[in-house]
């Protein structure tokens, strides 16, 4: 059984920080390419950033390239988002997902065996 909890969501105006945590339990392994989704109401779900095993390899979504980053820590087992100079487009329920490296695509919901069960981030004007 494997799960993934995020945390670190919340309330902040724009232009302000927030940094998101996901930490993994159970038998995955660090070798998992990790990735965060967001959805917002009445939307899909759509890929914002991932992370290889490595730490070294990231990519990001145009809509957050140069204002968030995306980083992990195999040791804790944890994957962050730090968010910068957020927007209200930014609004949307976050979520944490991993995937086996080497299959699927990162742009698909469907290319992800694990999903933690999300983090509410509400950005003000």
């Known amino acids: 059984q494997v799960q993934l909890v995020e945390s670190g969501g919340g309330l902040v105006q724009a232009g302000g920080s927030l940094r998101l945590s996901c930490t993994a339990s159970?038998?995955?392994?660090?070798?998992?390419?990790m990735g965060w989704f967001r959805q917002a109401p009445g939307k899909e779900r759509e890929f914002v950033a991932d992370?290889?095993?490595?730490?070294?390899?990231?990519y990001y979504a145009d809509s957050v390239k140069g204002r968030f980053t995306i980083s992990r820590d195999n040791a804790k087992t944890t994957v962050y988002l730090q968010m910068n100079a957020m927007k209200p487009e930014d609004t949307a329920v976050y979520y944490c997902a991993a995937r086996t490296p080497g299959t699927g695509s990162r742009w698909y919901v469907a290319s992800y065996d694990y999903w933690g069960q999300g983090t509410q981030v509400t950005v003000s004007s």
């Open positions: 992370i290889s095993w490595s730490g070294v390899l990231k």
């Open positions: 159970g038998r995955i392994s660090s070798s998992y390419v």
